[in-house]
């Protein structure tokens, strides 16, 4: 059975860092697309970030190209993701996916979810 467990969450202020952290359990190794998404109170869940099966590639939403870095430890079946230079519109809970059926920003096609682990960040 498999099961998405987040961690890493937590208040900072703007410009701060954060490394989210999703175990997944019931996987051999992670050679399935893996995604992070996050949903602000009042608005639609949307991606963050996602890679390939494997962490051959990786993808990032315009909005945290270059300040937010996916990836993976196969070892641990653990998949990170580190933001930098965080932004009061950064706040949210976060997700992690597991195995979309296809593409890798649509989030109902993704199978397995975590809880999240919310993300505040203040000005």
């Known amino acids: 059975q498999v099961q998405l467990a987040e961690s890493g969450g937590g208040s900072v202020q703007a410009g701060g860092s954060l490394r989210l952290a999703c175990a997944a359990s019931?996987?051999?190794?992670?050679?399935?697309?893996m995604g992070w998404f996050r949903q602000a109170p009042g608005k639609g869940r949307e991606g963050v970030a996602a890679f390939s099966p494997g962490g051959s590639s990786s993808f990032y939403a315009p909005s945290v190209l270059g300040r937010f870095t996916i990836s993976l430890d196969n070892t641990k079946n653990t998949v990170f993701l580190q933001m930098n230079s965080l932004k009061p519109e950064d706040t949210a809970m976060y997700y992690c996916a597991a195995e979309s059926r296809g593409g890798y920003w649509y989030f109902p096609n993704y199978k397995y979810w975590g809880q999240g682990t919310q993300v505040t960040v203040s000005s």
């Open positions: 019931g996987y051999t190794d992670l050679n399935v697309v």
